[in-house]
C-alpha cells in the first residue's frame, strides 16, 4: 500500500484479532482517503495472540469473558459485535500470514483480505486462528484465490515479513512508553512481562507517521482529527516541530 515519490510515511501497528483495530476501520479509511495517493502506507502486524501464550485452562469460560471484553469495547467504538463467540483466537499468526501474502495482489486485495478475517472474529463469532479456517473464510472472495493465498501464506518470505512485523511491534518508539493520558485504550506500550526488562510492544492499532518535519505517533483509540493533525506535523513545512504529539 504505497504512494509514488510520497514524503509522508505511515506504519500501521495491527492485527486481524484486535477489536480496537476492528473499531478504527472506518477511521482510517477517511485518513487515508484524506491523505490521497502521495502517502506511503503499509500494515505492520504485530501478533496480538502469539503462538507461545499459554492456552486458557477453560476454553468456554475464556470464550465468555472475552466476549464481555469485546461488547464493552464496542460500547466506546460503535463497531459490530458478534451475538455469540465460540472461542478466542488460539494465534494471530494464520491470519497474519494470508493478510501479508495479499499484499502483493494490490491494496484492494489486502483491504480485503483482512476485513473478512476480521469479521470472522467480530460478526461471525468464528476466528479464522488456523490456516484451514483461514482458507475456509477466503473462499469465494471476489478477486481471491484462497488456495493460491494459501500457499503463498506458507512461504518462507512472508513467514520472514510477519516475523520482522512482529519484532518491528516489540520495538516501539519511546514516546508510546511515555503516555499518561486518561482512556480506556490510551495507546500507551503494553509490557510483555512482570519486568521492565521483558519489554514492551506497541498497542493496538498505532500509528506511526514519518515525514520531513520529523515523527508524530498516534497510538491506541483516538479520534480522526489527532491522525489528521499528526500527518500534516510529519509533513511540515520542514520547521514545523512534532513535539506536541509526542505524549499523544
Not at 477517511?30 to 503499509?42: E, H, K, N, S
Not at 460478526?123 to 500457499?151: I, K, M, Q, Y
Request: aromatic share 8%; hydrophobic share 40%; proline share 9%.
Amino acid at each position: 500500500m504505497t504512494g509514488a515519490d510520497s514524503s509522508l510515511a505511515v506504519a500501521e501497528f495491527t492485527d486481524p484479532a484486535c477489536p480496537w483495530a476492528w473499531g478504527s476501520e472506518p477511521k482510517f479509511e477517511q485518513l487515508r482517503t484524506a491523505l490521497g495517493d502521495q502517502v506511503r502506507w503499509r500494515r505492520v502486524y504485530g501478533i496480538l495472540f502469539d503462538d507461545c501464550d499459554e492456552p486458557a485452562p477453560d476454553p468456554a469460560a475464556e470464550a465468555a469473558w472475552y466476549h464481555r471484553e469485546l461488547l464493552e469495547i464496542s460500547t466506546h467504538t460503535a463497531a459490530p459485535c458478534p451475538a455469540h463467540l465460540k472461542w478466542v483466537a488460539a494465534s494471530s499468526w494464520p491470519a497474519s500470514l494470508a493478510c501479508k501474502a495479499a499484499e502483493v495482489q494490490g491494496t484492494d486485495i489486502a483491504d480485503a483480505v483482512l476485513r473478512r478475517l476480521r469479521e470472522t472474529t467480530f460478526l461471525d463469532g468464528e476466528p479464522a486462528d488456523t490456516p484451514e479456517r483461514v482458507r475456509r473464510a477466503l473462499e469465494g472472495l471476489p478477486g481471491v484465490d484462497a488456495s493460491e493465498l494459501a500457499r503463498a501464506a506458507a512461504s518462507p518470505e512472508v513467514l520472514e515479513a510477519v516475523r520482522r512485523d512482529w519484532a518491528e511491534t516489540r520495538s516501539p518508539c519511546a514516546e508510546v512508553r511515555e503516555i499518561t493520558t486518561p482512556g480506556r485504550h490510551n495507546g500507551r506500550a503494553k509490557p510483555l512481562g512482570e519486568m521492565p526488562e521483558d519489554g514492551y510492544r506497541y498497542a493496538l492499532p498505532t500509528l506511526v507517521f514519518t515525514g520531513p518535519a520529523g515523527r508524530a505517533v498516534v497510538p491506541g483509540w483516538r479520534p480522526l482529527s489527532e491522525y489528521l493533525d499528526a500527518a500534516a506535523a510529519a509533513r511540515g513545512p520542514a520547521e514545523s516541530r512534532v513535539s506536541s504529539h509526542k505524549t499523544l
